[in-house]
Structures are given as C-alpha cells and as structure tokens.
C-alpha cells in the first residue's frame, strides 16, 4: 500500500486524485535524490493503477499486484540500463512492446530507471515513443538530474519532484516498523533525508560505522601519524557504505556548527554534543574548513571511479605536504 512509502504525502495525494479522476498522463518523471523513494512509489502507482481490489490504493494480494511484485506483470515492466547507459536497443524494444495491447491490465506502464543515462539515440527514440503512444500506456522516467533529460522530453511528461524526507518521519516509520526508538533515530540521522538508505542501514547488522571516526578523525588532522597505515587498511572496508564520507562529513560540518557557538539542537548528531563541544577545543575554524573542503575533493574523486585508498593515500599525503599539486 501507498502507506510503505517513507514520507512524500502530497505525491501521494496527488497520484491518488488523478487515478481516482482517470487522468492518468502518458508520461511522468519522477525527479529526486537518490533512495529517496522514487522507484517504490513509481511501483506502488503501478500496483494502485492496475490493482483489482482497491481503488486509489493497492492491496499486494490480488494476482496484479503479486505479479508486479515478482516482476513477471506482462504489462508493468522495469527498465534498467544496460551498463553504464540506456541504450537505443532497450527503447526500440520499449517502443515495439508498448505498441501491444495489455494482456492483463486497464495500463501498460513502464518504469525507466536512471533516464537521464539514455544515449543521445535513445533519448530520440523515447521521445518518439512519448509523441506517439499507442494505446493506454504509461511511462515513468526516474532521474537524479532532471535537467539532464532532452527538454523535448521534459516538456511531453509530467514532473514529479522528490525532496529530501525530514529526520522526524524517517524515525518515527521505523519504529512502527518493530525497530527501537534508539536505533531508529540513528538511522533516521545517517539515512540525511534517505528512506531508502535509512531501510538498507536497518538490514546491516555490522557494527556503528562511528567506531572508526576519531581513528579517522585523529590521522586526517595529524594528531596521530602512528595510526596512518591502519587507517589506509580500513578506508577500503568503511567506504562500502554509501555514506561513508558524507557520515565524516557530517560530524566535520557539527564540529564548525559547535566552534562557532551553535548550540546542540541544530547539529546531525545533537546527542553527542559534549563530544564534540571536547573535540572542538582541538581545532581552528580554518583548520575545520580546510578539512572540510579535503574530504568534499575526496568525494569527488571516489565519483570519478578513483580507488578510495588511492583517494584518501593521495589527501594525506596532500595534507602532509608531500604532494606538490593539489587536489
């Protein structure tokens, strides 16, 4: 039901209303952050539109509904890039597909994920597609970067926005989904406005990310050179969580909030605050910039595909000096 989705309630209103009233466009683009929710609603719309029990929401239990939920729906379908990209074969097909009447359902619907990855020929060929529909079917294009998308096709679909859901809502869903009040809060304030990423973080039994921090933090200012080569076997193993370097990132960003005298109800990790108001006697407010400013170089150079060991070897050995160039 609409109900699993974390947050988003006026999306939700809206998509009902137009299921409810019957007008349903051809094309939507469903544009947000990532693991905010977008491809679970873009599935729960399809479920909502075609199910056979419930109007203006889905039951999961009638034969619809299980099938798109298996992924075996004749008439609702994911489309995936291949790769790196969505290629002009995947919107041939979609295009040859979507001509056939439904078999099984009141809409042929089709979910691309990532469309701001088409190739500039599949971007033509959707965009053929979306000027000549055939028959009662509907497209939802899923993108982080709306402006990244042809405006010919931008201008044939509806838009859709996602934000960022507050730390509040995240927290209280997890607690009505069996997870404690002191978890709960945790990955609400990891999760920075992320369902998605808020529910992958609950299914992860390793240990509090945190553990690592002051070693982390230690070796980045200098204060403890000893520790430099374990840091460098750990960076491999702390990066495979998503938000390993926004995690530090956050804790840099509330150690700047409390040096410049803000007080604890403004900052991510608020219940840490006389930590960090002990750990921010150690630092200089230029000091805090510039190590927020290494570690936002470092991102960008894990985005471009660089070994985040060769990422963070080459911020130390710029914040030791060693490096003539800079990041």
């Known amino acids: 039901m609409f109900s699993d989705v974390i947050g988003h309630d006026e999306v939700i209103k809206n998509l009902r209303n137009v299921i409810i009233s019957e007008r349903i466009a051809n094309g939507y683009i469903f544009s947000g952050p990532d693991e905010v929710g977008k491809e679970l609603m873009a599935i729960s719309f399809a479920k909502t539109i075609n199910c056979k029990e ?118 209280n869903d997890l607690m009505n989904r069996g997870i404690i009040e002191s978890k709960a809060r945790w990955l609400a304030i990891k999760s920075q406005g992320k369902p998605g990423k808020a529910l992958k973080l609950a299914k992860d039994d390793k240990a509090n990310p945190d553990e690592d921090l002051p070693l982390i933090l230690s070796v980045i200012t200098q204060r403890d050179k000893g520790h430099l080569l374990e840091v460098f076997k750990r960076v491999e193993e702390i990066n495979k969580t998503e938000d390993s370097i926004e995690n530090i990132l956050s804790w840099y960003r509330d150690l700047l909030l409390v040096k410049n005298g803000c007080n604890g109800n403004i900052l991510t990790h608020d219940d840490e605050f006389p930590r960090l108001q002990e750990i921010a006697k150690s630092y200089s407010v230029i000091e805090l910039e510039n190590l927020i400013k290494m570690l936002l170089n470092m991102e960008n150079l894990i985005k471009r595909n660089i070994n985040p060991v060769l990422a963070m070897e080459v911020m130390m050995f710029n914040k030791y000096g060693s490096l003539s160039t800079r990041l």
Do not use: W
């Open 54 to 171: 419930m109007e203006g929401d889905f039951c999961d239990k009638c034969v619809s509904c299980r099938r798109i939920n298996d992924g075996n729906h004749t008439d609702v379908r994911l489309i995936i890039p291949e790769g790196a990209k969505l290629k002009i074969e995947q919107m041939r097909f979609l295009k040859k597909q979507s001509s056939y009447k439904s078999l099984e359902s009141s809409h042929k619907i089709y979910i691309i994920r990532d469309a701001d990855r088409m190739t500039l020929e599949a971007a033509n060929s959707m965009l053929k597609t979306l000027e000549e529909p055939s028959g009662v079917v509907l497209f939802i294009l899923l993108t982080t970067v709306y402006n990244a998308l042809l405006p010919t096709i931008r201008s044939r679909c509806q838009l859709v926005r996602f934000s960022l859901v507050p730390q509040a809502t995240i927290e």
